[in-house]
């Protein structure tokens, strides 16, 4: 959903990997093709939507792009369950999977059997594209499979408006978690420059939250920052304690901002309430101790996470 993929109930999803793949022996050699994909995702992802399961005509295949390495993969089609494994090994240098049932169903064995088709289906795309043998001439790994893993689908909740009185936003590059947030109908916001890697436009995220609490109605945004986490999988210390910074200072940032606005407010909400008590000396003297003007303070949460 996070990646632009519309999902109903009944669908199945996979966030997914591209990776580099040796079909000669089974291995998974790297489970990330290439942290810096965004010039390829989009042209590999465009060849492999609406692929067509020859086994499978009745399922529709829908393929997104969303950041470095990483896509999202929805499977339409009658009889389709999330009580399936997936195929990403979860680390180099072993074996591709092979998607297995999770329950007894018959759902879940038929589901299996898609996700194992499409597999194939995708390596025989990958492999044979102008991009891929490219790479290859190159020296360079290719993008020859897609690793599926975490199938999940839409859940039934209540929004998170109903069930917390706030109008909620998110601002995540990361398309999973603009995902899981939209599906409690919090709104996904865009923010210039934002990547979710290490070039991301930090200062953008922490501007659209502030904007989206002060002047367009939200009560709470959550800002998600994936760099922080990148640098653990990466094994980067300096850079994780470097990141780490630079959110402490997004922080201050939001915390300042917000607080002005927040001065801003009260100064103009006391001006207001002066004039309106001069008002009511004037016009109803009798009863300006009967009456209050309504509270106008403004109350907003933001939540910010990795």
Request: net charge negative.
């Amino acid at each position: 959903m996070g990646a632009g993929l519309p999902m109903a109930p009944g669908d199945i999803a996979f966030k997914s990997n591209f990776a580099t793949y040796n079909p000669a022996t089974g291995i998974v050699e790297k489970r990330r093709a290439d942290r810096q994909f965004e010039h390829l995702g989009p042209t590999l992802c465009g060849a492999l939507d609406g692929l067509k399961l020859p086994s499978f005509p009745q399922h529709q295949i829908s393929v997104r792009y969303a950041t470095e390495h990483r896509c999202g993969v929805v499977v339409r089609g009658p009889g389709l369950t999330d009580a399936v494994s997936g195929t990403d090994p979860l680390k180099d240098n072993l074996p591709l999977l092979t998607a297995q049932p999770l329950d007894d169903t018959f759902e879940a064995q038929h589901t299996a059997a898609v996700v194992n088709e499409l597999n194939i289906e995708i390596q025989h795309i990958l492999g044979a594209h102008p991009i891929n043998k490219q790479r290859v001439a190159e020296g360079k790994n290719p993008a020859n499979v897609v690793l599926l893993r975490g199938c999940g689908s839409r859940i039934n909740v209540p929004s998170f408006e109903k069930l917390h009185g706030m109008r909620a936003c998110i601002v995540a590059p990361t398309k999973i978690i603009a995902g899981l947030g939209m599906s409690f109908d919090i709104v996904s916001l865009d923010a210039p420059g934002a990547t979710g890697s290490y070039d991301s436009h930090f200062a953008s995220k922490a501007a659209v939250a502030c904007d989206a609490l002060i002047s367009r109605g939200f009560d709470f945004a959550l800002v998600h920052v994936k760099a922080v986490d990148d640098t653990g999988h990466d094994r980067l210390l300096a850079m994780k304690v470097k990141f780490l910074e630079v959110i402490d200072r997004m922080i201050g940032h939001i915390l300042v901002r917000l607080h002005d606005t927040e001065q801003l407010h009260y100064q103009l909400h006391q001006a207001e309430r002066q004039a309106w008590q001069d008002r009511l000396v004037l016009e109803q003297p009798e009863q300006q101790q009967q009456q209050e003007q309504p509270d106008s303070t403004q109350r907003y949460a933001i939540c910010i996470t990795g």
